[in-house]
């Protein structure tokens, strides 16, 4: 199994920035995409960000040109930069991994969420 570790969330001002870290343990063959969604209280999870191994970036039109994700390979890790947070950034955001394991990499493919990370955008 793979588990994924989310940090850097917490309180911002109006304005402010964030960069959110993911990072991936476990029995790791090869991570394919990974990306970042949220989910504010009484919504549904949004898809975010999305970041191939190669590094191909897609993003929802609600966060283009505000937030950024990028990726480590080598220490298996994401992240995503958020600048000029807005109120209606306020969510819980979670980072998906799509991963083949060490276990079975050649007949079976898997998907791990982290646990989430609160982010708050409030004065």
């Known amino acids: 199994q793979v588990q994924l570790v989310e940090s850097g969330g917490g309180l911002v001002q109006p304005g402010g920035s964030l960069r959110l870290s993911c990072a991936a343990s476990g029995s790791i063959f090869r991570i394919n995409d990974m990306g970042w969604y949220r989910q504010a209280p009484g919504k549904e999870r949004e898809l975010l960000a999305t970041?191939?191994?190669?590094?191909?970036?897609n993003y929802a039109d609600s966060v283009k040109g505000r937030f950024t994700i990028s990726r480590d390979n080598a220490k298996n890790t994401v992240y995503l930069q958020m600048n000029s947070l807005k109120p209606e950034d306020t969510a819980v955001y979670y980072c998906?991994?799509?991963?083949?394991?060490?276990?079975?990499?050649?007949?079976?493919?898997?998907?791990?969420w982290g646990q989430g990370t609160q982010v708050t955008v409030s004065s």
């Open positions: 970041i191939t191994s190669g590094g191909s970036t």
């Open positions: 998906n991994a799509d991963y083949l394991d060490t276990a079975d990499w050649a007949t079976a493919a898997y998907d791990s």
